[in-house]
């Protein structure tokens, strides 16, 4: 199927790491991406990474991929109040154009 | 570029009453997709276009009409809303094939009462 899943919720500390995870099911996805939705917004993308790559590391993003597990995780390093938001996981099936959303997780930072 | 542009922002319809959604991109993306927003799940798919006068079903259609006579424009048509359609309408696009993500709109929020 194309059940993407997602936590809803996770609060942190200005300063912090943030780590928001993502899982899917469906091993033929080619593209896994992250977006970021502010209030009132649309989504903005974030950050991508092939299935066939362990890492990505952009600037105070790190995306990690277990592909055998399925797994996708957001690391946000140094955490600011301005990243506060709406993050979605999405999965894009290979030679197809559809791509499918997590529920979305709602991150707080705490000044 | 503008990018992804919906009109409009905000809109409340009766029930029964029909309305279209319009979207525009000015990037030659041969993708467009809408999708719907609902609190705690997430965005679903209600049609998609891989090219002009291709259009399909996503996850949830029934509604929903759609076309795609030009490149730059594909439009979302609500026949005879219901209350059950109140919700948050983005429209997006991408070039196709690739790493490419999609490019969303700002979203049109629609209440029917």
């Known amino acids: 199927g194309e059940d993407v899943e997602q936590s809803l919720f996770l609060s942190v500390r200005e300063g912090d790491s943030s780590v928001i995870n993502c899982t899917y099911t469906d091993s033929s996805s080619t593209y896994l991406y992250w977006y970021k939705q502010e209030p009132g ?18 600037q105070r993003l790190t995306v990690l991929l277990n592909k055998k597990d399925k797994h996708l995780s957001l690391r946000i390093a140094d955490t600011q109040t301005g990243d506060s938001a709406i993050y979605f996981c999405a999965e894009r099936k290979y030679n197809f154009n559809k791509f499918y959303f997590g529920s979305g997780t709602k991150l707080n930072v705490k000044p | 570029n503008a990018g992804v542009t ?27 997709s809408w999708y719907r927003q609902d609190p705690g799940m997430g965005l679903r798919l209600i049609h998609y276009s891989v090219g002009a006068g291709i259009t399909d ?46 490019t969303f709109g700002s979203g049109t929020r629609l209440t029917v009462v």
């Open chain 1, 41 to 58: 917004a649309g989504l903005q993308l974030l950050t991508y990474i092939f299935s066939n790559m362990d890492m990505k590391q952009d």
């Open chain 2, 6 to 32: 919906q009109t409009p922002k905000f809109q409340v319809l009766k029930t029964g009453q029909s309305m279209t959604l319009q979207c525009a991109q000015d990037m030659n993306h041969e993708y467009m």
């Open chain 2, 57 to 102: 079903q996503g996850e949830v259609p029934n509604g929903y009409n759609v076309s795609r006579s030009t490149t730059e424009d594909f439009p979302l048509r609500l026949l005879s809303a219901a209350p059950s359609q109140t919700s948050v309408y983005f429209c997006a696009s991408t070039a196709g094939q690739g790493n490419y993500g999609y």
